[in-house]
């Protein structure tokens, strides 16, 4: 059985930055509201909210309850940090169909974007590495999302039938087929964990392009550099006539489209 880990390709990825570099304008007075305004609001939105939401984890199996907290928690950020956000191509996805989304991944601030702008309850696969954080591990444990443990083989194989069964009940399913953040914008090589199980559910794939959000927040750093961010979905990519031999194939596939409609906007930066 194939693990949710498994590289598909080793090639050099392709350059993946539309937006340019940050302006100037993010200087001393963007880092001072990012410090002292934008993460102090954004840690009292998970304080308060996660603190909230422990009683009705204990009564809510079908995670909608939490969902709708995430969701609050979400949109409490989006409109916290200042930085408008236009959606193209969701007008052509059947949001009630049982799908995978497959997502570009550059910054922690993805997913408070997919929370606001997927208008559907969902499961969302994470790295095991987040149940340490204090009440955002302990929500997405008791939310149902899809636990991934890339240096646990045993613990994958759980990963996948957990991804399986919730599919199975009609939950679309978010994975970030790179399998963690971008450390420079590009997007990287997929794995192959999210088009197994594409094909072995037999569900259409989704790919999912998030713009600007690399410029807003890169990894190793809390400043916040408020500006303009896309949501872009693709075509939904049929699974009924392949078999997991066609894996990387679906892979390729979807990593292409991702990458036409990344680079297909053109600059997000405003004077």
Not at 32 to 51: D, E, M
Not at 173 to 184: A, K, M, N, Q, S
Not at 227 to 251: C, N, W, Y
Request: glycine fraction near 6%.
């Amino acid at each position: 059985m194939a693990q949710l880990s498994t590289p598909v390709e080793e090639r050099v990825v392709e350059k993946a930055n539309p937006t340019g570099p940050a302006k100037s304008k993010h200087g001393w007075l963007s880092r001072l509201r990012s410090y002292f305004v934008f993460n102090p609001l954004i840690w009292l939105y998970t304080f308060v909210l996660g603190i909230v939401s422990i009683p009705a984890g204990f009564f809510d199996r079908g995670g909608r309850l939490l969902h709708g907290f995430a969701r609050v928690w979400s949109v409490l950020i989006m409109k916290t940090i200042c930085s408008p956000v236009s959606v193209e191509g969701l007008e052509s996805i059947n949001t009630h169909k049982t799908c995978v989304y497959a997502v570009n991944h550059a910054s922690a601030l993805d997913i408070p974007m997919l929370y606001v702008y997927l208008p559907f309850q969902f499961r969302i696969a994470f790295k095991k590495e987040l149940l340490s954080y204090p009440i955002v591990g302990w929500h997405l444990k008791r939310s149902g999302q899809i636990c991934i443990d890339q240096q646990n083989s045993a613990a994958s194989i759980g990963s996948i039938r957990a991804a399986l069964k919730s599919l199975k009940s009609g939950l679309p399913l978010v994975i970030f087929p790179e399998g963690g953040r971008t450390p420079d914008g590009e997007i990287k090589p997929f794995m192959a964990g999210a088009f197994f199980l594409a094909i072995k559910a037999q569900v259409d794939i989704v790919p999912v392009a998030l713009i600007g959000t690399f410029d807003l927040l890169p990894m190793n750093t809390y400043h916040i550099k408020s500006q303009p961010l896309k949501v872009k979905f693709g075509a939904p990519i049929s699974t009924a006539s392949l078999s997991l031999r066609d894996t990387e194939a679906l892979s390729e596939k979807v990593r292409n489209s991702m990458l036409q409609l990344f680079h297909s906007t053109s600059s997000l930066h405003t004077d």
